[in-house]
């Protein structure tokens, strides 16, 4: 058995089973979009951490960062200090904000553990409990968060009973209503649209009076759920619901967030202001942080203690999303990434179709470098025979959602001669996978 092989094992042996992996790697370097194994391979990572190294591995921008930091401080326990890190911070998030009222944050480590305090944030301050979600949503795999995530049962089966006052909604997931398969052009995804917020009006009828909802809750872009992006009629239908009924609307953009889709935060493309926002991942280059963000109307409301943690926004996290945003403006990353965007679908576009079998189809999507592949009437596993594939061209892939569907999560730093070989590399993969299929 090589070294590798008995590190892979030791992981095996000793590391929780729950943890699903999506490849036997053993890394220990990276750079940019790419990641070296410990017997030096190289391999191109379309995935970043899930949506988390946005500035690409170990940007020297923010490596400068936290390495200055470290030699000065490296717990400023939030209950306790101000650290000059986090305030540094809030004045470099609070202009990249979709609106000025949202200017109130709380600093806490992982998207799971901010989504909560959404919840707490929304149903403290309206005195309400329930909660909306949407179906095929991702909110975590805390205890909490479990009740709020519908994307898959694997999440939450087994450790019931799980938080109380939850109610799920129909999704405008209109590649998968029947209706929208059976007559696309009578059934359009704006027709979609319209029939789940219809079907959410009639849920606050049926099931949850907004007199009990607290908050509806939701990702303006489904990340495990499929890479699906909603008709612009929803979200907005949905921001007027609320309004109307005055329940809070509280958008998770943990995996959408820091210019994944093009801009600083996906509900950009919506046109709507949420009365909370949840952000984590990107928002510090690998770092352990998450945020949440509201009109200090609202988190005034709290009081003092109720809120907190041991390493709530902690002061090395928090100096390396400092330098995260100035790699954004220094470097132009929603320029990039948009530019990038348009080359990727270009290429998606122009060469994917062409390698499908008789009776297969396909629907390319997303926003920005958030990009979704969804092979419909192929057999059960094609997308992860697709990532297998990847991986023997040196490439790393993941799958999403209970169905056939890639996404394409590269660093906003990617270059053009980079895309170039991406498409090449998921191109070859997916034709490998066809031939491979029996």
């Known amino acids: 058995m090589s070294s590798v092989s008995k590190l892979a094992q030791f992981g095996k042996k000793h590391i929780a089973y729950g943890i699903g992996r999506s490849t036997e790697l053993v890394i220990e370097k990276g750079k940019g979009t790419y990641v070296w194994t410990v017997e030096g391979k190289k391999y191109l990572d379309l995935t970043t951490g899930i949506g988390v190294t946005n500035t690409g591995h170990c940007h020297p921008t923010v490596v400068k960062a936290v390495q200055e930091q470290v030699g000065k401080l490296s717990h400023g326990q939030v209950n306790i200090f101000y650290q000059k890190p986090m305030l540094d911070l809030i004045e470099g998030l609070i202009p990249k904000m979709p609106s000025p009222t949202l200017d109130t944050f709380f600093f806490w480590n992982s998207g799971s553990e901010a989504v909560e305090a959404a919840v707490k944030v929304a149903r403290h301050a309206t005195k309400k409990q329930n909660i909306i979600v949407f179906q095929g949503s991702y909110h975590g795999r805390t205890f909490g968060t479990m009740a709020l995530t519908t994307s898959k049962t694997i999440y939450s089966a087994g450790f019931a009973p799980l938080m109380p006052g939850v109610h799920v909604a129909p999704y405008p997931y209109f590649q998968q209503w029947a209706v929208h398969q059976a007559d696309p052009d009578k059934f359009t995804p704006e027709w979609c649209g319209q029939e789940a917020l219809h079907q959410l009006e009639l849920l606050l009828k ?69 009365d909370i926002m949840v952000m984590a991942k990107g928002i510090a280059s690998g770092y352990p942080l998450s945020a949440i963000v509201s009109r200090k109307e609202i988190m005034d409301l709290q009081p003092p203690g109720s809120m907190g943690g041991t390493y709530s926004g902690n002061v090395i996290a928090c100096a390396a999303a400092k330098a995260t945003l100035e790699v954004f403006d220094q470097e132009h990353l929603l320029e990039n990434c948009n530019a990038r965007s348009e080359q990727f679908f270009k290429g998606l576009y122009e060469r994917v179709p062409a390698l499908l079998p008789e009776g297969v189809k396909v629907d390319i999507r997303g926003k920005g470098l958030m990009i979704g592949i969804e092979f419909m009437d192929v057999p059960n596993g094609f997308a992860s025979r697709v990532a297998a594939e990847a991986l023997k061209l040196d490439t790393i892939l993941l799958t999403t959602s209970i169905y056939e569907t890639l996404r394409l999560i590269p660093p906003l730093t990617i270059t053009k001669e980079e895309v170039d070989l991406a498409v090449d590399k998921v191109v070859g993969s997916i034709e490998a996978a066809f031939k491979n299929t029996k």
């Not at 949850?208 to 992006?229: C, M, N």
């Not at 093009?262 to 919506?270: C, I, P, S, T």
């Open 206 to 274: 049926q099931r949850s009076d907004p007199r009990d909802t607290a908050a509806i809750l939701i990702e303006p872009i489904q990340g495990e759920g499929g890479y699906v992006v909603p008709p612009k009629n929803f979200l907005k239908g949905l921001r007027e619901i609320c309004d109307k009924h005055n329940i809070l609307l509280i958008c998770d953009e943990v995996q959408s967030g820091f210019g994944r889709t093009g801009k600083m935060f996906a509900v950009e493309h919506f046109d709507i202001v949420p």
